[in-house]
């Protein structure tokens, strides 16, 4: 019989046991490895530690954990360590900074300064960093090596250094690019024993045409002037805005739009006017005569009695905007909440009231020595209560002469004297 029984518990369980979010074995990692101990199963928040091989670097995140079925963030890379050899440096004309020539192991993005044999011109920059295994060294020009002739051009460049017939082998020219052009490449060409180095070369910008940005109700941010058309720097970005009253076709939220030179023809995006439709108005009504709203247009919504604008800027307006009707053309029913009475109270008491309901309120008052109360209606109205509910403690004084008349009196009966009060909304 018990048996029985844990057969049918096992059965009712089995389903809440098997919904659990279970992972699938964590990823393993390149020059690295899991230091937590290894599960069977991962359930939901169970976390795994990664640790690299000496010498490679982390890149990423050291835990992740087990969320709805998947491991977050993804699992961290190891970075390797660059090796430049004896040898390596030997080939190149190197030494290491300080007339070293040894092997080296350089961590991930560390970095090492180079220099040259002697009647050698070292090619900048002199300090070159590890990226993952790989460092690119810098090169050693021989100043004793053949001389070369006029050196080449870049199109859309210029040399800006003095021109010679000839150079020496180690010298070097500069370039610069043209206006709106950008460089690829190292700035300087250097004579290499007859042979010159490679130059770099100007990239072409991006052309906006100012008649397209007409066309499409679109302008530069911040006001670029240009009379025909407009050059933005390879790698470079220009952001453009909708003109006022319009936005985005492709997003009516936003107004404005980035444009990222990267070789390829610009994209650009196209503004659509801002307009708006009448609202329907549900428990109130509009006066218009017009189909179509634009930016910053407002119209007053007169909500039928009981109701109000929600929410109530006073001047029961609303304005066409992006993102449609500002505040939203909506008319609710008048509520109010039960009034707090410092001495008194209320009847009847409810947790909401309704426009035009009313309640009565009840003020204790005291005159001289006698206990009375006070009465009045308020109503529930568009401005809230009304007269505002409240029980005021109010000081009463009595003439002089009225006031030694009443003392003499309570002295002669030997009532004790208590100050005179009144409570009420007076």
Same mark, same amino acid.
């Given at each position: 019989?018990k ?7 096992v059965?009712l369980?089995?389903?809440g ?14 020059f ?19 640790? *690299?091989?000496?010498? &490679?670097?982390? $890149? =990423?995140?050291?835990?992740?954990? /087990?969320?709805a079925?998947? +491991? #977050?963030?993804? @699992? ?21 900074f ?15 300064q180079?220099?040259?044999n002697?009647r ?22 021989s ?12 199109e ?20 610069? *690019?043209?206006?709106? &052009?950008?460089m $690829? =490449?190292?700035?300087?060409?250097? /004579?290499?024993?007859?042979? +010159? #180095?490679?130059v @770099? ?16 109700k ?28 319009y ?22 995006p196209?503004c ?22 634009h ?10 009695s009981?109701?109000t604008?929600?929410p ?9 905007t992006?993102?449609?009707w500002?505040p939203s ?5 008048i ?9 008194g ?8 009231y309704?426009?035009?309901?009313e309640?009565?309120?009840?003020c ?22 009304s007269p ?9 004084s ?29």
């Amino acid at each position: 019989m018990k048996s029985w029984l844990l057969l049918v518990a096992v059965f009712l369980l089995w389903p809440g046991c098997s919904s659990q979010n279970v992972c699938e074995e964590p990823d393993d990692i390149d020059f690295g490895e899991i230091v937590t101990t290894e599960k069977a199963k991962y359930l939901e928040n169970d976390r795994v530690q990664y640790r *690299c091989y000496p010498g &490679y670097v982390l $890149e =990423g995140p050291e835990w992740i954990q /087990c969320k709805a079925q998947e +491991w #977050t963030p993804r @699992p961290p890379k190891c970075l390797a360590p660059c090796i430049i050899t004896r040898q390596q440096l030997a080939t190149k004309n190197l030494f290491v900074f300080g007339g070293q020539r040894k092997t080296w192991i350089i961590q991930n993005n560390h970095s090492l300064q180079f220099q040259c044999n002697e009647r050698h011109v070292l090619v900048v920059p002199s300090v070159r960093k590890c990226v993952d295994g790989y460092m690119d060294l810098p090169l050693c020009l021989s100043e004793r090596g053949e001389n070369c002739s006029g050196p080449p051009r870049t199109e859309n460049g210029d040399i800006t250094t003095l021109s010679e017939k000839w150079y020496r082998s180690g010298s070097s020219v500069e370039f610069k *690019c043209q206006k709106y &052009y950008a460089m $690829e =490449g190292q700035k300087r060409s250097f /004579c290499d024993n007859g042979t +010159w #180095t490679k130059v @770099p070369i100007c990239l072409d910008p991006c052309m906006i045409p100012t008649a397209e940005l007409e066309r499409q109700k679109i302008e530069v941010k911040d006001g670029m002037d240009a009379s025909e058309n407009i050059f933005v720097q390879r790698g470079h970005s220009i952001e453009l805005i909708c003109r006022t009253g319009y936005v985005l076709a492709a997003d009516s939220s936003q107004s404005a739009s980035i444009i990222h030179c990267d070789g390829t023809t610009p994209v650009i995006p196209k503004c659509k006017e801002i307009t708006c439709n009448p609202p329907r108005i549900l428990n109130g009504s509009i006066r218009s005569q017009r189909t179509i709203y634009h930016d910053g247009d407002l119209i007053r919504i007169q909500c039928d009695s009981g109701f109000t604008l929600e929410p109530d800027n006073g001047e029961k307006v609303v304005e066409c905007t992006r993102n449609g009707w500002s505040p939203s053309a909506k008319c609710v029913e008048i509520q109010c909440s039960p009034p707090e009475v410092r001495k008194g109270r209320i009847e009847p008491r409810r947790s909401q009231y309704m426009y035009n309901d009313e309640i009565e309120i009840i003020c204790h008052r005291r005159v001289f020595f006698t206990a009375i109360q006070r009465k009045y209606i308020s109503k529930c109205t568009a401005n809230g209560w009304s007269p505002f509910p409240l029980c005021e403690e109010i000081q009463c004084s009595l003439p002089e002469e009225t006031e030694k008349a009443v003392l003499a009196v309570l002295l002669m009966v030997g009532i004790p004297l208590l100050p005179v009060k009144v409570y009420g909304n007076e």
